[in-house]
């Protein structure tokens, strides 16, 4: 589906922006709440995902359970029920990187998983057309829409932030891919190095 804008997920590295933010060496040590640490929330949780995830996962149940979230989230899609769809499909996300944990899987049969969670974006679809049905409540009424009500830009309006002073702050940019065709690789490096590399 063609986005304008394109859409950008944060999917991990807040902690270390936190860590930058303040002023922490190691990730263990970043405040919570002003009395409790990172470790003292998250130390024991990672100890024991780490054992579950290196030593007890069963992977063949794993496939099992993939294949049984794969059809809820299908059976969900089939009643048009947007969000229990969306939420088995991530419950699918979790099973190829523990698997791959437990080097129980390599590099294809990894893609061949998201290439079957990949397959239901319908439910994407089903997600636009609920949005258009409630003439997408939550943009601005200074907002664009286009066509039958499908959103053009979900930019604030021009005159939203005139009365605003920016504050400039320092900003860390890390960007990272997962499953990128090698051949982006390669055009991403020569636009790079020819001064246009829209990302770079």
């Known amino acids: 589906m063609a986005l304008d804008p394109v859409s950008v997920e944060i999917t991990y590295g807040l902690d270390r922006i936190v860590m930058y933010l303040q002023g922490k060496s190691d990730v263990w040590s970043i405040a919570v709440d002003g009395t409790h640490t990172f470790a003292d929330v998250y130390r024991m949780p990672e100890i024991e995902h780490c054992v579950y995830n290196f030593e007890l996962a069963d992977v063949e149940r794993l496939k099992q359970i993939f294949d049984i979230y794969q059809a809820e989230a299908q059976a969900c899609i089939a009643r048009r029920l947007v969000i229990p769809a969306h939420d088995f499909i991530l419950r699918q996300s979790h099973t190829p990187s523990t698997c791959s944990t437990r080097g129980a899987i390599g590099v294809t049969e990894r893609a061949k998983f998201f290439a079957a969670m990949r397959s239901q974006y319908a439910v994407a679809e089903l997600y636009i057309r609920q949005r258009e049905q409630e003439e997408f409540p939550w943009l601005d009424s200074g907002e664009q829409t286009v066509g039958g009500g499908s959103p053009r830009r979900w930019s604030r309006h021009p005159t939203a ?40």
């Open 161 to 200: 932030c005139r009365n605003r002073r920016p504050r400039l702050r320092d900003l860390i940019l890390e960007l990272g891919s997962e499953e990128l065709p090698a051949a982006d690789v390669v055009d991403g490096m020569w636009n790079r190095f020819a001064g246009c590399c829209p990302i770079c």
